[in-house]
T-cell receptor, first 118, second 117 residues
Framework: AQTVTQSQPEMSVQEAETVTLSCTYD???????LFWYKQPPSRQMILVIR????KQQNATENRFSVNFQKAAKSFSLKISDSQLGDTAMYFC????WGSGAGSYQLTFGKGTKLSVIP | DSGVTQTPKHLITATGQRVTLRCSPR?????VYWYQQSLDQGLQFLIQ???????AKGNILERFSAQQFPDLHSELNLSSLELGDSALYFC????????????????FGPGTRLLVL
């Protein structure tokens, strides 16, 4: 079974600074997807960024970028120029196709609570 | 308020019993997802329905089943309940999910807290 570990339960960062959230995973698969989701108090689960394991290039989305180290099974999220609206719970997730038709295996980390301080 | 409603908010029951959790997605959303969140297991994806059909299955036990009705509301049925089934059960919805709903924002409901005694 896959496991996803987020070793930082809580983090804080000053507004406009940069913060990195860590995520490691364990799998024997070679093809899979990795995601970072943001969950603000409004209870949306917002897709922040995704990475396909077969792509060597690190994904970027505006102020969000990842450092994907496949051999080390590491998938960290860097948030640049932090904004107050970035305050949320961040979940790292691993997904691979299951053995049955239309079957996913989706595993989340336990989350990192990020607070952006004015 | 995400627009997703779940009932009941709390549920207390005994081992061996069966319960039904209900979810109404946001207006216009076609996909419904069910998740289980517990302290030790974290957030686990159970199952996804799209427009009435099962789209993706995650770590859902055989004792659990779900369905999505023509009006797009969904129910999660949990049977032969065990102490370890005590958890917070979330429903989420998203607009489509035809290829993979995990590529779009999901809107989570407030959850149903299940306690099995």
């Amino acid at each position: 079974a896959q496991t996803v570990t987020q070793s930082q339960p809580e983090m804080s960062v000053q507004e406009a600074e940069t913060v990195t959230l860590s995520c490691t995973y364990d799998t024997s698969e070679s093809n899979y997807y990795l995601f970072w989701y943001k969950q603000p108090p409004s209870r949306q689960m917002i897709l922040v960024i995704r990475q396909e394991a077969y792509k060597q290039q690190n994904a970027t989305e505006n102020r969000f970028s990842v450092n994907f180290q496949k051999a080390a099974k590491s998938f960290s999220l860097k948030i640049s120029d932090s904004q107050l609206g970035d305050t949320a719970m961040y979940f790292c997730a691993f997904m691979k196709w299951g053995s049955g038709a239309g079957s996913y295996q989706l595993t989340f980390g336990k989350g990192t609570k990020l607070s952006v301080i004015p | 308020d995400s627009g997703v409603t779940q009932t009941p908010k709390h549920l207390i029951t005994a081992t061996g019993q069966r319960v039904t959790l209900r979810c109404s997605p946001r207006s216009g959303d076609l996909s419904v997802y069910w998740y289980q969140q517990s302290l030790d297991q974290g957030l686990q994806f159970l199952i996804q329905y799209y427009n009435g059909e099962e789209r993706a299955k995650g770590n859902i036990l055989e004792r659990f089943s779900a369905q999505q009705f023509p009006d797009l509301h969904s129910e999660l049925n949990l049977s032969s309940l065990e102490l370890g089934d005590s958890a917070l059960y979330f429903c989420a919805s998203s607009p489509s999910g035809v290829t993979s709903g995990f590529y779009e924002t999901q809107y989570f409901g407030p959850g149903t807290r299940l306690l099995v005694l």
